[in-house]
């Protein structure tokens, strides 16, 4: 009756679909009706058991009308209404300003229009910190429901650029608990300090407490073979550096500076369990873990820069191997 085994599954797989949807219209139970356009189908048959809507077009339609998007745009006519919108009043004092209702407009567009199924989301980095410029890209994070598959995507929208990180609740969770061992909590810093965009069910609200609790408990302590690593690896750039002068080839010089720079900050800031960061965060958290030494590492690293002289550098590089158990260079062995 059947030219193959798969054609014999197709017709099975139709006929136990017609069963279930004449079940459903005989019993009156299992059908579920769109709230956007009225249309009807069987639940887990026609569509998936936990669809509210008959299709994408139908969410995109809704969006405007769920009340979180209401008082959201309610928020942006009046700032002084933002806080509504979470538990906690936002302490940035420049969530008023024009440009910050600017960055919120767009990023609450790009999510209402791009992921319509998002559970939540929020705008973190420069934007929810008042330090951004209209050419700033958006640093977006969407809460996916259970389903979703975790992902980053850099894309532009009505002109601006935005970086969008995409998360289920499980996924944004593993992230936090990564970000004690590498140090680096970028997924917490966006989750924390940022605007609350959208929040269905009160998750996001949730997810920024959990974020803000780590931010202030820290990253893990380094380890004994860590440090040991660390100190290695600081005492033979030291080395290289010591050995340069006015007359070195400058592009070594640099290079093996901008090293020292970086591996004198990441030893710092785990030596104080605070938080690492890298381009132009990397003197942010450096002088927040330690203002002085901090300092003084930046301010070696520029007269290096500037004047090819590496004392200043090697000098605040050294004290920051004497806090953490001194050079290290025989004797040492990586496993």
Not at 219 to 228: A, F, M, N
Request: with cysteine.
């Amino acid at each position: 009756m059947f030219c193959s085994s798969v054609c014999r599954s197709r017709q099975w797989r139709k006929e136990r679909r017609l069963r279930k949807q004449l079940a459903a219209v005989r019993d009156e139970t299992g059908t579920v009706e769109c709230p956007e356009c009225g249309a009807r189908w069987v639940a887990g048959v026609d569509r998936r058991s936990d669809a509210r809507f008959c299709s994408r077009r139908c969410v995109v339609r809704a969006w405007p009308r769920t009340p979180h998007r209401q008082l959201g745009e309610a928020a942006l006519i009046q700032p002084d209404t933002m806080t509504t919108m979470t538990p906690q009043p936002h302490p940035c004092p420049w969530i008023g300003s024009d440009q910050a209702a600017a960055d919120v407009r767009a990023a609450a567009g790009l999510v209402s229009a791009r992921y319509p199924e998002a559970t939540g989301a929020v705008l973190g980095g420069s934007a929810a910190c008042g330090q951004s410029t209209p050419g700033s890209d958006l640093d977006i994070t969407v809460l996916l429901p259970d389903h979703g598959m975790r992902r980053r995507e850099v894309l532009r929208h009505d002109g601006r650029l935005a970086e969008v990180f995409l998360n289920s609740r499980s996924d944004l969770r593993t992230a936090f608990v990564e970000s004690r061992t590498t140090r680096r909590a970028t997924a917490l810093f966006l989750f924390a300090d940022s605007i609350v965009l959208h929040d269905a069910d009160g998750q996001v609200e949730a997810l920024r407490q959990e974020a803000k609790a780590l931010l202030t408990a820290g990253p893990d302590p380094l380890t004994g073979p860590e440090r040991d690593a660390q100190r290695a690896l600081l005492t033979d750039l030291l080395d290289d550096l010591t050995d340069t002068g006015p007359h070195s080839d400058p592009h070594e010089q640099l290079a093996v500076a901008d090293r020292v720079l970086r591996e004198a900050a990441q030893l710092l800031t785990a030596h104080h369990r605070t938080w690492n960061g890298a381009g132009k965060w990397l003197p942010r958290r450096l002088k927040d873990a330690d203002p002085d030494l901090g300092q003084h590492l930046l301010d070696g690293h520029l007269v290096l820069a500037r004047d090819a002289d590496p004392t200043p550098l090697t000098a605040s590089a050294m004290r920051v191997l004497n806090l953490t158990g001194g050079p290290l260079r025989e004797g040492y062995v990586d496993r």
